[in-house]
């Protein structure tokens, strides 16, 4: 057979009941390649469902998502293969990947030649998953999601290109003409892109007939109450169950006919009749920012919000139907024109549109640099806001490998401003007119972004191998510097300073009177390049003054040519936190109530800071506060630099110093000052590994004073300053978690050395086991034997460093003395030797009885001078409600015997509980970072 291109015939029956799909599938697979194959692959990702060990599984538990690890069977899906034939009914070997579940490989009977086809037809029966997993499957209404739901041809090149399905919705396979026939109950009606042919219906079931030519995507709705409803324009139909709640139907029907004419003049012609939008499509890539706030406090009209999101969805889908790259590899050429036209049409039809919408005009707001940005501006925020934390990736990284930031967001808008990068670089919009070149010559047809690389070069003579060496291919940063300025009467001379490794251009700007009088590009710049331009009226220089270039600092880009000191930055105070404005120095206010003690009680106050929205290397805050039960002034300060370091383990190098007054008993004040240096590692080559390393260096100076109030025991240790090493070493993942650190620790009178490891396991059997095992050894104590104010501690630390968050620390009673922190022993139960001064070692563990109800049972050895070593125990019931932030302990047994039936239980139980916000943060950040 000459060459043509894949077929696939495919006869499905629906069993609601069983939520199974039998199908009989005939594949007619096109060797386009010149080589003589002996097997082909096929993609099975229904099967990524089946098991809590496939990818997709994995996936889930990397990003703290423990829907799928606590599903039951009968809530995950798999295929079962019956049987695979040739055209000739010879049966063929086949067998799913050990270590892709969900590709199939196909031993061929006969070899299959260059430009000749293989006929082979397949029998199994697809279970689908429920559809809270990826959104795909079946509901609770029993409505059927079908996505990836049938097996298909991978794409071979010069070698196979399968992957394992990771919720990343990229499949990548060739164009196909596709015949379904599918039978369901007569009660559902299907939404499909592909042309509906014939419907035949019997008694109480109904068959459909479907057909596309070309088609890449075959998704299915069939559901009973369907939502959707269809815009017919000049340029396609658009189906569309997306909520447009408060749009008339005339209104929706102008802004899909809008919206499709810029897809078509810009992209193309659609080569398909219908294009499918669904909720769904929206939820897994929508617009992030001001428009996910609420409905009462968004700041963008309704048909604004529909028309952005209709507009980003349709171009999503129109790119993935007809441009056929690798989307694992390749994907931020595919991300790349959707963010650029997406920012393209915000600037054609919404040129005035601000970031914070209406909320830019309100008296107050509109004071804030945040309120002067255009809606495109956010783009380049997000991106900026992990690169400022050296959190960003090579947009050639495979995307299973990015954070879910970046695969989601910042990859998404670095692709799209680097396009626009590139195109105000090389100018007369070749970009633009390449890109639409591209998609046309390309459409439906197997490409790479190489194939756009080399087309875009024949258009330009300028050089833009920049582009896809340095900005595309790797994480380097782009950041300028105008110095060394010197006027004379006909002239200005300057030094432009190229403050990073690379080769990327920069645009120079000359103004008069905040008016562009010219601008030029600068390329190739080494470490810096000398300028010389006339003198004319300019008044002010600037690098990249429209911020196109996505600079890691702006704030040293321009220079005045006015007064002696035209570098000095006027301040400008703000209440409340802003977006960087690079033309002046910022301090923020911020006012503050909080409660930290009961002590001190609520106390009222100001942060007065210079962190922005995007973080900098130096950040500085002071907040004096009033504590209202205390009468007294408190509060603390800070000041901090960090070095961001790039394609090392080694990646963040902070030192400064910090310094805080408060309460830590009745009438009793500390006052503590700690210089410091942090040095903070992950695996450079795998950022979405969960390990991580810590090593921290600070001294403490630590001083108390004691009110004529205090209700207090005496003071037996004098002020003490101790200086801390500690080294922490960590994975905390979901299914498997550890955590362990070194301590050491220097004072006058003492000296001590300290071991902590965690373990937990969550079993697949959805039981959780904690083991902590704690050593800790003074190598000199030569404090008053009469204190235990650094002993190691059985259940309640001292905490004479002050790290942790004790709302009252000092209480011996009552429901704040109940407050747990696990450190040092760990103990839950309060026993007869509470404290060691010579030297502890214990054992924590706990496991799942049912749900959040774990058992938990401690032992230990306690040795203080003069005391032979004590052993310890103590067992009760944990109340797990949300790990590490929120649990509870009912001691049951300990050496103090059946602790449940002793007179005061109620004081015996333990609470752990968190109120810190950036704690509780961590909470989300864990899933995206």
């Given at each position: 057979m000459a060459i043509g291109q894949d077929k696939i015939d495919l006869v499905a029956s629906i069993d609601v009941a069983t939520k199974t799909i039998k199908i009989n599938e005939r594949i007619v697979y096109q060797n386009q390649s010149n080589d003589t194959l002996s097997a082909i692959y096929l993609n099975d990702w229904n099967n990524s469902y089946s098991t809590k060990k496939t990818p997709l599984a994995k996936r889930f538990t990397e990003e703290f998502n423990d829907k799928?690890?606590?599903?039951?069977?009968?809530?995950?899906?798999?295929?079962?293969?019956?049987?695979?034939?040739?055209?000739?009914?010879?049966?063929?070997?086949?067998?799913?990947?050990?270590?892709?579940?969900?590709?199939?490989?196909?031993?061929?009977?006969?070899?299959?030649?260059?430009?000749?086809?293989?006929?082979?037809?397949?029998?199994?029966?697809?279970?689908?998953?429920?559809?809270?997993?990826?959104?795909?499957?079946?509901?609770?209404?029993n409505d059927f999601n079908l996505k990836y739901w049938y097996i298909t041809p991978t794409v071979y090149n010069g070698e196979w290109q399968y992957y394992s399905n990771k919720n990343l919705d990229d499949l990548y396979i060739s164009k196909?003409?596709?015949?379904?026939?599918?039978?369901?109950?007569?009660?559902?009606?299907?939404?499909?892109?592909?042309?509906?042919?014939?419907?035949?219906?019997?008694?109480?079931?109904?068959?459909?007939?479907?057909?596309?030519?070309?088609?890449?995507?075959?998704?299915?709705?069939?559901?009973?109450?369907?939502?959707?409803?269809?815009?017919?324009?000049?340029?396609?139909?658009?189906?569309?169950?997306?909520?447009?709640?408060?749009i008339p139907t005339e209104e929706k029907a102008i802004i899909t006919d809008k919206i499709t004419r810029f897809i078509t003049e810009n992209l193309g012609e659609y080569p398909h009749e219908r294009l499918l939008i669904t909720n769904n499509d929206y939820k897994k890539d929508p617009l992030y920012g001001l428009n996910q706030l609420p409905d009462f406090i968004r700041p963008f009209s309704d048909n604004f919000q529909y028309e952005l999101k209709l507009l980003k969805t349709v171009l999503n889908n129109y790119l993935e139907n007809t441009l056929l790259i690798n989307p694992r590899k390749d994907y931020w050429l595919r991300d790349g024109i959707q963010i650029y036209f997406l920012m393209k049409y915000v600037e054609t039809y919404y040129p005035d549109t601000k970031l914070l919408g209406t909320l830019a005009d309100f008296w107050g707001i509109r004071s804030f640099h945040a309120a002067d940005l255009a809606y495109n501006d956010h783009f380049m925020l997000f991106f900026m806001q992990m690169v400022r934390t050296n959190l960003d990736q090579p947009l050639t990284?495979?995307?299973?490998?990015?954070?879910?930031?970046?695969?989601?967001?910042?990859?998404?808008?670095?692709?799209?401003?680097?396009?626009?990068?590139?195109?105000?670089?090389?100018?007369?919009?070749?970009?633009?007119?390449?890109?639409?070149?591209?998609?046309?010559?390309?459409?439906?047809?197997?490409?790479?972004?190489?194939?756009?690389?080399?087309?875009?070069k024949s258009k330009t003579s300028?050089?833009?191998?920049?582009?896809?060496?340095?900005?595309?291919?790797?994480?380097?940063?782009?950041?300028?510097k105008i110095n060394k300025v010197h006027k004379f009467d006909d002239s200005i001379q300057f030094t432009i300073r190229n403050k990073r490794d690379n080769s990327m251009p920069i645009s120079l700007f000359t103004l008069s009177k905040d008016s562009v009088v010219s601008k030029s590009w600068f390329e190739n710049i080494g470490k810096e390049r000398r300028v010389t331009i006339p003198r004319d009226s300019i008044d002010k220089l600037a690098l990249n003054y429209y911020n196109t270039i996505p600079e890691f600092n702006l704030r040293d880009n321009y220079k005045?040519?006015?007064?002696?000191?035209?570098?000095?930055?006027?301040?400008?105070?703000?209440?409340?936190?802003?977006?960087?404005?690079?033309?002046?120095?910022?301090?923020?206010?911020?006012?503050?109530?909080?409660?930290?003690?009961?002590?001190?009680?609520l106390t009222l106050g100001a942060k007065f800071y210079n962190k922005t929205v995007l973080r900098k290397r130096l950040n500085y805050k002071f907040s004096p506060q009033y504590a209202t039960k205390s009468k007294s002034l408190t509060g603390g300060g800070s000041v901090f630099y960090s070095h961001l370091i790039e394609d090392m383990d080694l990646y963040n190098v902070s030192y400064g110093m910090g310094a805080k007054y408060n309460s830590f008993a009745e009438d009793s004040f500390v006052s503590i000052f700690t210089p410091s240096i942090s040095l903070?590692?992950?695996?450079?080559?795998?950022?979405?590994?969960?390990?991580?390393?810590?090593?921290?260096?600070?001294y403490l100076n630590i001083s108390r004073e004691v009110g004529q109030n205090a209700i207090i025991e005496d003071l037996l240790e004098p002020d003490y300053s101790v200086l801390n090493l500690r080294y922490v070493n960590s994975n905390p993942g979901l299914v498997n978690f550890y955590k362990w650190y070194y301590d050491v620790q220097f004072a006058e009178k003492f000296g001590k050395i300290a071991l902590n490891y965690e373990y937990r396991k969550l079993s697949e059997s959805n039981r959780q086991f904690n083991l902590r095992l704690f050593a800790g050894m003074f190598l000199y104590n030569n404090t008053d034997l009469n204190s235990d104010y650094f002993s190691f501690a059985l259940d309640r630390p001292t905490d004479y460093l002050f790290d942790y968050n004790y709302l009252g620390r000092s209480e011996a009673s009552g429901v704040f003395s109940q407050q747990i922190i696990i450190a040092e022993g760990g103990f839950k139960s309060r026993l007869e030797t509470p404290f060691a001064n010579q030297w502890m070692t214990t054992a924590n563990a706990s496991t799942t009885i049912?749900?959040?109800?774990?058992?938990?049972?401690?032992?230990?050895?306690?040795?203080?001078?003069?005391?032979?070593?004590?052993?310890?125990?103590?067992s009760g019931i944990k109340l797990d409600l949300v790990t590490d932030y929120f649990e509870l302990y009912f001691p049951i047994y300990s050496n103090l015997g059946w602790e449940i039936g002793q007179p005061g239980y109620d004081q015996r139980i333990r609470i752990k509980f968190t109120l810190d916000p950036q704690a509780l943060l961590g909470l989300f950040r864990r899933k995206w970072y």
């Open positions: 799928f690890h606590f599903a039951k069977s009968e809530q995950r899906g798999y295929t079962v293969i019956t049987k695979i034939k040739d055209k000739l009914g010879a049966s063929l070997t086949y067998a799913n990947l050990k270590e892709f579940p969900d590709v199939v490989k196909v031993e061929l009977q006969t070899p299959l030649l260059p430009n000749q086809s293989y006929d082979i037809t397949l029998s199994y029966d697809v279970v689908l998953p429920d559809d809270n997993f990826t959104g795909y499957g079946i509901s609770p209404e196909a003409d596709m015949t379904i026939q599918i039978e369901f109950p007569l009660n559902y009606q299907v939404i499909s892109e592909l042309n509906t042919i014939d419907i035949k219906q019997y008694k109480d079931k109904q068959t459909f007939f479907l057909y596309g030519k070309d088609r890449v995507n075959t998704h299915l709705i069939i559901s009973r109450l369907s939502e959707f409803k269809f815009v017919q324009t000049d340029d396609f139909t658009i189906y569309s169950d997306l909520s447009s709640k408060g990284t495979s995307k299973d490998s990015l954070l879910k930031f970046n695969a989601n967001i910042a990859g998404k808008y670095k692709a799209g401003i680097g396009l626009r990068y590139l195109d105000d670089f090389v100018n007369a919009n070749v970009v633009e007119q390449v890109i639409s070149d591209y998609l046309k010559n390309y459409k439906l047809q197997i490409t790479s972004s190489t194939d756009f690389q080399d087309l875009i300028k050089d833009i191998n920049w582009f896809f060496t340095d900005y595309i291919d790797s994480r380097k940063k782009i950041d300028f005045s040519m006015k007064g002696f000191l035209f570098n000095n930055k006027p301040f400008q105070f703000r209440l409340f936190k802003d977006v960087e404005d690079p033309y002046y120095n910022q301090i923020f206010l911020m006012p503050l109530v909080e409660f930290n003690n009961i002590y001190d009680g903070s590692f992950r695996d450079n080559d795998d950022f979405r590994s969960d390990k991580s390393r810590f090593l921290n260096l600070r049912w749900k959040y109800i774990e058992a938990y049972g401690d032992i230990g050895l306690v040795k203080s001078k003069g005391f032979n070593p004590v052993f310890v125990y103590d």
